[in-house]
């Protein structure tokens, strides 16, 4: 009891300090954010602190500016284009990295991984020398290629997650019951990774938006939001950027809870096609049926 007593003592310092160091790193990285939501209402623009006479009058000023819409539209295209590129390319990549033996497959891996380890400055100034060469003009279309060839990683990892915890005999069921493999890959393997895909879409949509170091090499005319946001950062912080920087740390949270709860949904749900096993042996239910 004595020892235990020692024992205790010694770790509440241990722990208090460990508490304030949590504290201290939850506060330098959300602080900021929270005192920009704040200036947000700010009635006096981005001066004064505290803030005074919180209004809503810049947010009403925000919705008004056809500059900032516009490029949320271009945004948002951009972003959808980047998700159908991303998933087309990586949804294949994934499963030739979890179904195919081939020759190289471990430099495949690496390869499909560089994409998310390269900073975006060198990801977009190498797309902008390939359009060059290739005389392709710049615009809303080459961002796109570029968000979606810097995303494609994203895909690959999340579904290739989602391959890992699937559960291999209920494709060998479908095939046992006399479906061909495409008819199992649509109806049993992808409403099975159709958790994880709808995760990395969410993702990869989230990360699109918040683009700037790719899309600021292969801007053509139409600006896109973050590029949008920091052409107005360099005449100076007004309280219109508050605004709608507030608006997409919402979004972006909410999108990433939404993935965040998919996950865990995709970690306690039973998988399709269960229902197709006997669950005392394993066996098909329908194929020992005369």
Known sequence: MILADSQQRRTAPRA??????????????????????LYSFNGQGVGGFPPHHLTLDWYRILFADGAIWDAVLNSL???????IISLALGIPAALALDRVQFPGKALFRRLVLLPLILPGIITGLSLLM???????????LTIALGHGTA????????VFAGLQ?????????????GANYWQTFWRVTVPNLKLPIIGAALLIFTLSMDEIAVSFFLIGR???????????????IT?????????????????????????????????????LLDPSDGTSTQATKP
């Open 16 to 37: 208090n300090w460990l508490r304030l160091h949590a504290s201290a790193v939850f506060a330098f990285l959300y602080l900021p954010i929270a005192v920009l939501i």
């Open 77 to 83: 295209q951009v972003a959808l284009a980047a998700m």
């Open 130 to 140: 390939l359009f060059n060469l290739t005389s392709v003009k710049l615009s809303l």
């Open 151 to 158: 995303l494609i990683s994203v895909a690959a990892t999340e």
């Open 165 to 177: 915890k699937l559960d291999r005999a209920q494709e060998e069921a479908s095939l046992d019951l």
């Open 222 to 236: 139409d600006n896109t939001l973050p590029l949008e946001i920091w052409g107005r950062l360099r005449r100076g």
């Open 239 to 275: 309280p219109e950027i508050n605004a709608v920087s507030t608006i997409i740390f919402v979004f972006s949270l909410l999108t990433i809870v939404f993935w965040y709860r998919l996950r865990l949904r995709s970690q306690g749900t039973p998988d399709v096609g269960m229902e």
